[in-house]
């Protein structure tokens, strides 16, 4: 028995030479670019890497992964990648290795989402949240282009993931001003830590965007209303002004998911605790303008939309809206004319009730005026000419005639 252990050993030896050669060879050719003659060499090598040493089969395997990648199969190249650290493959190579595959996956979003691919960029995006889940901002547009891809239940998980890690994207930017030139400018993290040792600089400060938890939370509320879970939107809402019962994002975000229920009652009463936080912000008192003419309340629109208009006397939609809700008694005004008849007491009342309609549309020539002055905007203009036409005053008519041309 003992003449055969030789001829054993020596065949065991050519075998792993050829594993060994081959993989080599296979390596080789990947990396002189010639992907598809790698590919067929580990093909008709298949049979020789079924008995191959863990070692040989690893590299096989972390082979594979790369040809993958390079054909853009990033799932089952990432799939290879695991395996291959799962067996023991590690170090430098692999770190690099995934680093790039990262880099190859985002940018191949990117280019996904340019050409409206938001399925694809979705599922790239989060592949490469997974592939370094500390770049979170991956998940944060991987859940984005979910959305545009309305594909609400994966961008629901996305949304869902961001919250649990707390994510609030915000970014801070670093600034100094010159002394030579007195002009601030801003700089990298690291260059900013450097200036600031230096002499060249004054004024040093840090600057910190917007937390996006709330713009999180406002999607996973209107996902689920999306979905026709109101229950869930509502609990999510909720859940997160607890923690911040005075942040103003999120008693819009409340606000705006009533809206969607069609609470305008509620709605309302949360428009006037977002304005307790922020007294100067027009949109606010808009917004109760919009709630009460809905609801009939013609003087409480009113003294909003004016409100409105009083902090910000270019809020275009303020003008039009108070506009329309004037106009609005004009037409009980028309109602009673047209029933009146040809007699003399008839007659009188239709004067009357002509000179209150008269003053309906004088009250709104000021308004109109003020913002066809901000935006020729052609219905206003169309409005303000019809008005002047029926009060007489030809020379305004005219006006608005030729800016209609």
């Known amino acids: 028995m003992k003449k055969f252990l030789p001829l054993i050993f020596i065949l065991f030896v050519?075998?792993?030479?050829?594993?060994?050669?081959?993989?080599?060879?296979?390596?080789?050719?990947?990396?002189?670019?010639?992907?598809?003659?790698s590919i067929s060499l580990l093909e008709s090598s298949a049979a020789l890497f079924e008995t191959a040493d863990e070692k040989y089969k690893n590299k096989k395997t972390f082979l594979e992964a790369r040809i993958d990648q390079a054909n853009k199969k990033f799932q089952s190249a990432y799939d290879k990648f695991l395996a291959y650290k799962a067996a023991g493959g590690d170090g430098v190579n692999y770190d690099n290795q995934l680093q790039k595959f990262t880099g190859e996956l985002v940018n191949s979003a990117i280019e996904d989402n340019a050409e409206k691919r938001f399925s694809e960029a979705a599922s790239k995006l989060y592949l490469a949240y997974?592939?370094?889940?500390?770049?979170?901002?991956?998940?944060?547009?991987?859940?984005?282009?979910?959305?545009?891809?309305?594909?609400?239940?994966?961008?629901?998980?996305?949304?869902?993931e961001l919250k649990e890690i707390k994510y609030d994207g915000i970014i801070t930017t670093y600034f100094g001003t010159s002394l030579e030139t007195g002009e601030e400018t801003e700089f990298s993290k690291q260059d900013y830590d450097l200036f600031k040792k230096s002499n060249q600089y004054k004024d040093f400060r840090e600057e910190d965007s917007d937390s996006k938890?709330?713009?999180?939370?406002?999607?996973?509320?209107?996902?689920?209303?999306?979905?026709g879970d109101d229950i869930k939107a509502m609990e999510a809402v909720k859940e997160a002004r607890i923690t911040d019962p005075k942040d103003l994002n999120l008693i819009l975000t409340e606000a705006n998911l009533y809206i969607q229920l069609k609470d305008n009652d509620r709605f309302e009463a949360l428009m006037k605790?977002?304005?307790?936080?922020?007294p100067t912000n027009a949109s606010l008192y808009f917004n109760l303008g919009v709630v009460n003419a809905d609801k009939?309340?013609?003087?409480?629109?009113?003294?909003?939309?004016?409100?409105?208009?009083?902090?910000?006397?270019?809020?275009?939609?303020?003008?039009?809206?108070?506009?329309?809700?004037?106009?609005?008694?004009?037409?009980?005004?028309?109602?009673e004319m047209n029933k009146l008849?040809?007699?003399?007491?008839?007659?009188?009342?239709?004067?009357?009730?002509?000179?209150?309609?008269?003053?309906?549309?004088?009250?709104?020539?000021?308004?109109?005026?003020?913002?066809?002055?901000?935006?020729?905007?052609?219905?206003?203009?169309?409005?303000l000419m019809n008005i002047y036409g029926t009060l007489g005053n030809n020379e305004g008519f005219m006006k608005m005639k030729n800016l209609l041309k």
């Open 341 to 383: 008849g040809n007699s003399r007491a008839d007659n009188a009342s239709y004067d009357i009730l002509k000179k209150e309609r008269e003053s309906v549309y004088e009250e709104c020539v000021p308004i109109l005026e003020k913002l066809i002055s901000l935006n020729q905007d052609e219905e206003a203009v169309k409005t």
């Open 296 to 335: 009939g309340n013609s003087e409480e629109a009113r003294s909003y939309y004016e409100k409105t208009i009083e902090l910000d006397p270019e809020y275009e939609s303020g003008y039009l809206n108070l506009v329309a809700l004037i106009l609005e008694g004009e037409t009980s005004i028309v109602e």
């Open 213 to 227: 938890f709330p713009e999180i939370v406002k999607n996973i509320a209107l996902i689920y209303v999306n979905l």
């Open 14 to 37: 050519g075998v792993a030479f050829g594993q060994k050669k081959e993989i080599k060879k296979a390596i080789k050719l990947f990396d002189a670019g010639d992907i598809k003659g």
């Open 273 to 278: 605790e977002a304005i307790a936080q922020d």
């Open 130 to 160: 997974q592939a370094d889940t500390t770049v979170t901002d991956y998940l944060y547009f991987a859940a984005a282009s979910a959305v545009n891809a309305e594909e609400y239940q994966a961008a629901l998980k996305f949304y869902n």
